[in-house]
């Protein structure tokens, strides 16, 4: 079983930045792809950005692609999400993922354990 943790929503105007971290545990957590999922309310979670096990392989939405950062650092069991230039349309509750496999993927179901999620508002 693998718990997540998400930390580091809350409000920002918009054109700022914020970082995410999801703190994972178990030992196979190294080995897991991991991704990042956003939902706005009245709207379905959608796939954002997502990184193989080492973290050498990356994969954006299209929405996202040129603000956004996905990473990694095993040693310390934690995927991140480094968001600059945000956007009013960018609020919403942001959930870390991971999948017992290790080449990312795009597709919701195929994650596995999920987080509590974190809130981001961005204000206009």
């Known amino acids: 079983q693998v718990q997540l943790v998400e930390s580091g929503g809350g409000l920002v105007q918009a054109g700022g930045s914020l970082r995410l971290s999801c703190v994972g545990s178990?030992?196979?957590?190294?080995?897991?792809?991991l991704a990042w999922f956003r939902q706005a309310p009245g709207t379905g979670r959608i796939y954002l950005a997502s990184?193989?096990?080492?973290?050498?392989?990356?994969y954006y939405a299209d929405s996202v692609k040129d603000r956004f950062t996905i990473s990694r650092d095993n040693a310390k069991n934690t995927v991140y999400l480094q968001m600059d230039k945000l956007k009013p349309e960018d609020t919403a509750v942001y959930y870390c993922?991971?999948?017992?496999?290790?080449?990312?993927?795009?597709?919701?179901?195929?994650?596995?354990?999920w987080g509590q999620g974190t809130q981001v508002t961005v204000s206009s």
């Open positions: 178990g030992r196979s957590f190294s080995t897991y792809a």
């Open positions: 990184l193989n096990w080492n973290g050498k392989n990356t």
């Open positions: 993922a991971a999948r017992t496999m290790a080449t990312w993927s795009a597709a919701i179901l195929e994650y596995d354990y």
